[in-house]
């Protein structure tokens, strides 16, 4: 059974950092793309980041230079790192996975529960 379970949110003040973890079982994450997305209260899910099985990445750019997406192969893991967050940044962030590149939703398969970060003061 595919399976995909985000971590490591929780609640930071602006300008501080956190790392979440997407931790993937039932397959092998290593040969597909892993995706980060968000939703934020009221608004409509929109994609963060991604990573290709060869280590490709890409960002949006509304997060571009302050995450940073990686991923640990033999831990089945991708992680997000998210520093100098902004108050905008909260919102419920998801993980999933695809067989293609990109932050089309409709390139994901699988998705996760999600996690909840929160910036704010």
């Known amino acids: 059974q595919v399976q995909l379970v985000e971590s490591g949110g929780g609640l930071v003040q602006p300008g501080g950092s956190l790392r979440l973890s997407c931790a993937a079982s039932?397959?092998?994450?290593?040969?597909?793309?892993i995706g980060w997305f968000r939703q934020a209260p009221g608004k409509e899910r929109e994609g963060v980041s991604c990573?290709?099985?060869?280590?490709?990445?890409y960002y949006a750019d509304s997060v571009k230079g302050r995450f940073t997406i990686s991923r640990d192969n033999a831990k089945n893991t991708v992680y997000l790192q998210m520093n100098s967050l902004k108050p905008e940044d909260t919102a419920v962030y998801y993980c999933?996975?695809?067989?293609?590149?990109?932050?089309?939703?409709?390139?994901?398969?699988?998705w996760g529960q999600g996690a909840q970060v929160t910036v704010s003061s």
């Open positions: 999933a996975s695809g067989p293609s590149f990109g932050l089309a939703e409709n390139r994901y398969n699988y």
């Open positions: 039932g397959f092998t994450s290593l040969y597909y793309v």
């Open positions: 990573i290709s099985s060869s280590g490709g990445t």
